[in-house]
């Protein structure tokens, strides 16, 4: 289970990519997302717990310079996060706004 969050952005994709491998690297932490955002931006995601995340994301700034635009760590989060920032996370329906029954159409 995570516990935390990180996010580091790179105003260079080649910088984001070897500060990606450092932060995966220096402490034990999953990759969470890791992609191109604009041109010439790069942001890399991590998950684990609150020490490890402080740790890769404190690598991830060293190793990015003066290249690093933003970084964050957003320690305890609920556990419903992750699955939602990853898009699988199921839905419950339970009242339906539209109705899925077919509808007979006469015509005059």
């Known amino acids: ?13 080649a ?3 070897e500060a990606t491998d450092v932060m995966l690297t220096s ?3 999953e990759l969470l997302l890791a992609k191109t955002i604009c041109p010439g931006k790069y942001i890399t ?6 020490g490890a995340i402080q740790q890769a994301v404190d690598n991830g700034i060293h190793c ?3 290249l690093t635009v933003d970084s ?4 305890n989060v609920h556990a419903s996060i992750l ?13 339906q706004s539209v109705s899925l029954k077919p509808t007979v ?3 005059a």
């Open 45 to 50: 995601m991590v998950g684990g717990e609150i």
């Open 64 to 66: 990015g310079g003066h």
């Open 1 to 13: 289970m995570y516990h935390a969050i990180g996010l580091v952005e790179m105003s260079s994709i």
């Open 83 to 95: 699955p939602a920032l990853s898009g699988v996370n199921e839905i419950e329906q339970k009242n």
């Open 27 to 29: 402490a034990n932490v």
């Open 105 to 107: 159409l006469a015509l």
């Open 15 to 17: 910088k984001g990519i």
């Open 72 to 75: 964050f760590v957003i320690p």
